[in-house]
């Protein structure tokens, strides 16, 4: 497998291709109108693959709806003011039990805010987003191999648990420019789910829904749900360590900012201070066992997160009292540097009385 220099959005756009996406519906947004070019470029040029530029973000996430029940692979792109219009239509299709890939290359806000990049989006993402008792698997990767790698992962956990996957980046991976390997080539023949709704010839027809005037159904649609989402959370959950096993203080923080903390970690190290890290890869569901296993020996935590502080509640949840939490964040789209975010974790160590 040969490298490409290609940037983050692009990135995602290939690997979706090579995962079988056959539909692609979109509304222009920045900081990802990269991965919406990408595909109107691409996607056409494969057989029985469709790109729409949608009328609204709102059309968008419904023509996915349609794309997903008749069985063909699917997804949309947007930032956060796009992905807050498409949160009706992920309701639905989570209610439906349809699986479809949703990206979010999130910006400053809230309202418009900016187009620099930020991780307000977090509660967001990880909460559902919409009305009801549902969850979407969230994945934060923190490079550009990483949105290839998991946009496929993404296409294959959609369909395996028939759910909407969210892609949770960042307006710097969605531009950033690195080396990527595509680990997949697209297949021959693009995979077509045997529940879709393709004409009931030889069969009882069959209906795909979310509402519903009987409570009772609807009730054991929540509970059955639920119980997907415990299997989730049981299979599916992925993070990343780093320097943690002798650690007296870990980071914990997802996507480019768990980069920048992996470059202030490396600074602090080489000064003596026992600092690792803890990056979730997947924000939900969240390694909530993995926070625990390290409350056994860790009892300080730094939450570092480019918002005003969202992501650090799951972790308090997690250490359920067994840990002491601080927090350090930038909001709004101003990017730290390593050796800001250097300077807090050593103030922060020495408070502590944390020993060389």
Sequence with gaps: MTKVLMNGSSAIAEAAIRAGCQ???????TPQNELTEYMA?????RKGCSFVQAESE???INMVYGASLVGVRAMTSSSGPGISLKQEGISFLAACELPAVIVNMSRGGPGMGSIAAAQSDYFQATRGGGHGDYRTIVMAPSSVQELADLTHRAFHLADKYKTPVMILGDGILGQMMEPVKFKHEAPAEPPIRHDALRGAKGRRSKFIKSLTSNDTELEELNWSLFRRYELIKKKETTYETFLADDAELVVVAFGIAARIAKG??????????????????????????????LAKKVKHYLVFEMNMGQMIEDVQLSLEGKGEVSFYGRPGGVIPTPSEVARVISRLYYQKGLSK
């Design 23 to 29: 539909c692609y519906f979109g509304y222009p947004i």
């Design 41 to 45: 470029t691409n996607l056409s040029r």
């Design 58 to 60: 709102i059309s968008a």
């Design 264 to 293: 202030a970690i490396k600074t602090v190290r080489s000064e003596g201070l026992k600092v690792g890290l803890l990056r979730p890869v997947t924000l939900w569901p969240f390694p909530a066992e993995a926070v625990q296993e």
